[in-house]
């Protein structure tokens, strides 16, 4: 075993996650990986006492949106800024795609994909809430995603 921290190494599709209950919504960076395809869930890690983690909560439900490679920016200033801070939205004025499937959905122009989610279950740890979500409305908007790996940001390449 070598000394070098490969933690940072595991890739990760960037996504903004989507929330709303009542008249909140908010709008967070994070990442998020599939539990299973057969069953369409997903997992996702959120810190406690954020925004975004209390809408989720009181909502039971949340949006994973699949950052495009041309949304860098957007993904930093979005996991940089706090929801209870500010109001994101307005801050960087964001536009959103019009999505009959996801009508309380934001879905940033550029965005790669969206998948719409119902909490299935979760677990506190250490800080954060996991989410598991099922999801239950998705499409694909024709956009490359964006990478994130070792503090970067990458697109995808074949190999
Ligand atoms: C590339 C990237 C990935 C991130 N992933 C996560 C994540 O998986 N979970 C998390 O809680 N925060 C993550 N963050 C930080 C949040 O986006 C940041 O704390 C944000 O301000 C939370 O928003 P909120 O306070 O409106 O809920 C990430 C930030 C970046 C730039």
Sequence with gaps: MTDTNVFQ????????????????????TATAMFV?????????????????????????????????QGQKDLAMQLGSTEGDAANKFEKFSITSVA?????????PEGSAAWLACEVEGGHDIEGYRIF??????????????????????????PA
């Design 9 to 28: 190494w595991l890739p990760c599709s960037v996504v903004f996650l989507s929330t709303a209950h009542g008249e909140q919504r908010d709008i967070m």
């Design 36 to 68: 299973s395809e057969k069953n369409p869930l997903v997992v996702v890690s959120v810190a406690k006492d954020h925004l975004s983690e209390k809408l989720i909560k009181e909502s039971g439900k949340f949006t994973i949106v699949i950052a495009g």
């Design 99 to 107: 999505e009959p499937a996801c009508v309380s959905c934001c879905i």
């Design 132 to 157: 598991i979500g099922r999801v239950v409305e998705q499409n694909d908007l024709g956009n490359p995603p964006l990478i994130w790996q070792k503090n970067k940001f990458y697109g995808l390449t």
